[in-house]
Each structure stands twice: as C-alpha cells, then as structure tokens.
C-alpha cells in the first residue's frame, strides 16, 4: 500500500463524492463524516458511484439507484457478497491522499 496525493485538502466538499484515477484504478472519494474511499465502478453497468446521491453511508448509483456502503464497499441490493475494494484517505498538511 502506497499513499499517493489525489487532490487538494478542501477537493470534496461535505457531503459529495468525487472520482480520481489513481495508479490506473477508478476510486471515489466521499466526504461524509470524514473521508472514505471505494473503488467507483458500479458492478451491474460500470456506473460511477462518484456523483451518487449519499444518505448517512449508502451512495446510490446513479445509473440504476443499486446501493452500496460507502465504509464497507458492500452492495446492498439484488447480489449476495459483493464488495467493493475500500481505501483509506487522509487529509495531510498538503492535501488529499489515497492509500491504494
Ligand atoms: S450501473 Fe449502477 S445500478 Fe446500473
């Protein structure tokens, strides 16, 4: 695992999400009590997750409305035991980092 710098301290405002291309993989970052990061491709249609409206921890695709769990990368409709790969994020002096 590697912390890379994705973007600025203030990038994501509270309560909105936000894709970065980090080492080649699709990552959405969410800001909503604190910062969580998941990897941003729906698995029904590739939708992004990253612009999904956000209610407490579940991020709706926008695509299809399918649910996932923004802390656990969990999906929470139709298929059993998906998951999504989760990332930390950090706010350092210098910006925001993803460990991927
Ligand atoms: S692409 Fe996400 S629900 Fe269809």
Redesign the pocket.
Known sequence: MVWKKVGEKNEIPEGKGKEFMVDGKHVAIFNQGGYHGLDSI??????S?ATGKLDVDIVE??????HYNIKTGELL?YIKGVKLQTYKVEVKSDGLYVDV
């Open positions: 729906c698995v029904h249609q590739d939708g997750l695709c926008p695509l299809h409305f399918w409709d």
